[in-house]
T-cell receptor
Framework: DGGITQSPKYLFRKEGQNVTLSCEQN?????MYWYRQDPGQGLRLIYY???????QKGDIAEGYSVSREKKESFPLTVTSAQKNPTAFYLC?????????????FGPGTRLTVL | QKEVEQDPGPLSVPEGAIVSLNCTYS??????FMWYRQYSRKGPELLMY????GNKEDGRFTAQVDKSSKYISLFIRDSQPSDSATYLC???????????FGAGTILRVKS
């Protein structure tokens, strides 16, 4: 089955800790994206990568970091510098970075800071 | 002011009703318009995709784009309880590589 997997589904973090969210795809897509979803605010782009070993900041990159060492993997680290990290995080991928290519989303990770 | 405005609802309708979901936007450069459906605690999935102005129909769903008014709509005919979800509009300029999403409208179809 082709698709996008995200793990874990639920994640709890204490203030001051860094956490890494996993995103893997087996669709052979070049582009991958991380979004944050908060109630009433829709999806906001954190980081995106159009090709391996390259990535760009989205609209709300502060307090987050990513890597793209393999085509199928795009992990997101939420650092202690992120002031309000509690949210639903969605990973997506598309054939290329052009917007006319459909973005396929994973099931999401809900992060809660205690 | 947000680049894309979407009423968050919730919108509650009886089964069989025609549903109208809408978004307005401010960026006249937007050319690609999409509607995503998101069930509770799941990732969004693409429902409809339109380029520039006009209508597009797919089964019970019709997407409309009015670029002169900067207004897009999604119509659902014969709504079903399984249509209960959050509907997100998204859009982008011609040569963009990022989508701008609306806040999403929660739809509840009652049986």
């Amino acid at each position: 089955d082709g698709g996008i997997t995200q793990s874990p589904k639920y994640l709890f973090r204490k203030e001051g800790q860094n956490v890494t969210l996993s995103c893997e795809q087996n669709l052979n897509h070049d582009a991958m994206y991380w979004y944050r979803q908060d109630p009433g605010q829709g999806l906001r782009l954190i980081y995106y990568s159009q090709i391996v070993n390259d990535f760009q900041k989205g609209d709300i990159a502060e307090g987050y970091s990513v890597s793209r060492e393999k085509k199928e993997s795009f992990p997101l680290t939420v650092t202690s510098a992120q002031k309000n990290p509690t949210a639903f995080y969605l990973c997506a991928s598309s054939q290329s970075g052009s917007v006319y290519n459909e973005q396929f989303f994973g099931p999401g990770t809900r992060l809660t800071v205690l | 002011q947000k680049e894309v405005e979407q009423d968050p609802g919730p919108l509650s309708v009886p089964e069989g009703a025609i549903v109208s979901l809408n978004c307005t936007y401010s960026n006249s450069a937007f050319q690609y318009f999409m509607w995503y459906r998101q069930y509770s605690r799941k990732g969004p999935e693409l429902l409809m995709y339109t380029y520039s102005s006009g209508n597009k129909e797919d089964g019970r769903f019709t997407a409309q784009v009015d670029k002169s008014s900067k207004y897009i709509s999604l119509f659902i005919r014969d709504s079903q309880p399984s249509d209960s979800a959050t509907y997100l509009c998204a859009m982008s300029p011609e040569y963009g590589n990022k989508l701008v999403f609306g806040a999403g409208t929660i739809l509840r179809v009652k049986s």
